[in-house]
């Protein structure tokens, strides 16, 4: 039976995407200390599985990575050159199914900015730019050989559906965790009812079960309440973190800090922290109890959420194929 379905984060997987930051997206003011966390991440990421990194020129990011990268975290390293508008990989990036006869499909859904708050046609566009890549060999040998590895599937267009990775959780098993305050906001899928889309998830998830959350969104956050500001499924069920400290930015206004967000790799959660020691450790060691087989490390995020992001909202993965 050719079942598809949606792996939870925690199973295996081929490789990480991240969408680099460059003088043209709204990092341009602190582009210096971005790319640092940036470099950090794509050096935790390339230790354990193949990176992807996105970019206009991908030869900026390589330049930052290559005098802290091992050589074998380099191999691990592959490009890919087209237009961004932005860098939130999570939300513009393939959601991708697998079945148990070894396939992926490469759902691309429609990527409208989080309600068309933002500039997004190239973001939009990047997964057809990926997918083009991997049929036509445009990438270099090495480059061209590892983008195959990590994401070679079957495409599926669903850009008549707007849907970002944020707002969704899979548990691996057919149920799918979201929120009422994100998938029923303004300029999405409107004049769908709350009833329509959980019957267009279940459908394009290929899920049995739609959990609804109905927690209100984070103070800051722009993408009307994703799921992985407040919630994430682990394994057994559902893990709520403790907020940190609130943090303002220069005019006053709250950023939404949140160790919800953190990122599972093959044999590691790489996890945000805010210089907050106390609130640190303590979701570090709740994401540890989680997953006791894991290495933890914490990423300082205070960059990123400047930008009403934080670590998971940066990052796709791509899932191995004939592993459960």
């Known amino acids: 039976m050719n079942t598809w379905r949606l792996p939870a984060e925690w199973e295996p997987q081929s490789g990480v995407q991240l969408t680099w930051p460059h003088p043209d997206t709204d990092w341009a003011y602190m582009l210096d200390e971005i790319t640092e966390t940036y470099v950090q991440m794509a050096l935790e990421i390339s230790k354990r599985e193949p990176l992807l990194i996105v970019a206009p020129d991908p030869q900026e990011a390589l330049d930052a990575i290559k005098p802290h990268?091992?050589?074998e975290q380099w191999n691990n390293i592959t490009t890919l050159a087209c237009p961004t508008n932005d860098t939130w990989a999570r939300d513009h990036g393939f959601i991708?199914?697998?079945n148990s006869q070894g396939q992926r499909q490469l759902l691309d859904f429609r990527f409208n900015g989080w309600g068309e708050k933002f500039a997004a046609d190239k973001d939009n566009a990047i997964n057809k730019h990926i997918f083009e890549a991997i049929q036509n060999g445009t990438a270099e040998s090495k480059d061209a050989r590892l983008l195959?590895?990590?994401v070679d599937g079957i495409y599926s267009c669903q850009l008549d559906f707007v849907l970002e990775g944020g707002s969704i959780e899979s548990d691996g098993q057919g149920t799918i965790y979201t929120t009422?305050?994100?998938l029923t906001a303004p300029h999405r899928n409107q004049p769908m009812t709350q009833d329509d889309i959980e019957k267009e998830l279940k459908k394009r998830l290929h899920a049995h079960t739609i959990v609804w959350l109905d927690d209100d969104e984070l103070p800051g956050d722009d993408t009307d309440g994703h799921i992985d500001t407040v919630a994430r499924a682990v394994p057994g069920g559902l893990l709520r973190l403790p907020l940190p400290q609130p943090i303002y930015d220069e005019d006053g206004k709250q950023l939404p800090?949140?160790?919800a967000n953190f990122l599972i790799i093959n044999g590691a959660v790489l996890c945000p922290t805010y210089n907050q020691p106390d609130a640190d450790q303590e979701a570090l060691r709740r994401i540890g109890e989680a997953f006791p087989q894991h290495e933890i490390i914490g990423i300082d995020c205070r960059s990123i959420i400047r930008q009403?992001?934080?670590?998971?909202?940066?990052?796709?993965q791509f899932p191995a194929v004939n592993d459960r």
């Not at 009403?308 to 796709?316: D, F």
């Open 69 to 71: 990268a091992t050589p």
């Open 96 to 98: 991708t199914l697998v």
């Open 148 to 150: 195959k590895q990590m």
């Open 180 to 182: 009422t305050c994100c």
């Open 257 to 259: 800090a949140t160790y």
């Open 308 to 316: 009403h992001g934080s670590l998971h909202c940066c990052t796709m």
